[in-house]
């Protein structure tokens, strides 16, 4: 997991003038952003290519922690019975969504809201900063609540604020799924299954890079939380910007 301290951009002491008094609200999550999300962004196919770019054969869970039941439900994987249903979009959801290839466009919504649409099965996740899913309804993307996490402040002079950190992350947890498959050969996660990622950026050789580290918990099909990470490169444009139907194949 990235090493990271949760800091209110900026903390309490930055918010302070003199005598203690506060000098204002914070900045909202939009302008307090340590790293830009924003842009195109493709997917980099590095590694887990033969499941990553071709749906797998079914039953084929190799260096998955899945449990006996969820050995059994992905044993039982029917795309035609998928496809009867309606539900080709089982392998789109939030849980698996990053992992496929393809590119993500990512962009500011208000203020307060970030979204990431994937050109993969036509999907769009919604990220909320401080909102509630007390009333959401269960679906392929959930219901996910987003805050910055920063590598840590700077030391102040005396009697000055504590400098900004210069570099963080995005922590998203997504509840609310709709059962769906994390591989798309059919091995499950079911609707209380949770979803943490963190996002963050790192530039090597002049180009920009976003790297998603997922840790998947769900009891009923894992034996163990599932944890891998993935990265995309930045594109200055929407070259190659494809959207697709899912396919449950």
Not at 141 to 155: L, M, N, T
Not at 198 to 205: A, K, M, R, W
Not at 214 to 236: G, I
Request: charged share 20%; net charge neutral.
């Amino acid at each position: 997991m990235l090493a990271a301290t949760v800091w209110l951009a900026p903390g309490l002491d930055a918010q302070r003038g003199r005598g203690g008094q506060p000098a204002g609200p914070p900045p909202v999550p939009r302008a307090a952003a340590p790293v830009d999300l924003t842009g195109y962004w493709v997917a980099l196919v590095t590694d887990d290519w033969r499941w990553r770019m071709v749906t797998p054969p079914k039953g084929d869970v190799l260096y998955l922690p899945v449990n006996a039941e969820g050995r059994r439900a992905a044993e039982a994987w029917d795309p035609a019975k998928d496809e009867a249903a309606g539900e080709q979009c089982k392998g789109y959801g939030a849980p698996s969504l990053m992992h496929l290839p393809g590119r993500l466009h990512i962009t500011w919504q208000n203020d307060t809201t970030l979204v990431v649409e994937a050109d993969a099965g036509t999907q769009t996740r919604t990220l909320h900063f401080g909102g509630a899913a007390a009333d959401a309804q269960p679906s392929w993307q959930g219901y996910s609540i987003a805050q910055w996490e920063f590598d840590g402040a700077g030391a102040g002079r005396r009697g000055r604020p504590v400098a900004p950190p210069k570099h963080g992350s995005l922590k998203v947890v997504t509840t609310k799924l709709k059962p769906g498959y994390f591989r798309k050969n059919g091995v499950p996660y079911s609707a209380n299954a949770v979803l943490t990622e963190y996002l963050t950026t790192l530039t090597d050789e002049g180009a920009d890079y976003l790297v998603v580290t997922n840790f998947l918990e769900d009891p009923q099909y894992l034996a163990q939380p599932y944890v891998r990470s993935v990265q995309f490169k930045k594109q200055a444009d929407a070259k190659g910007w494809n959207p697709t139907a899912c396919s449950s194949r």
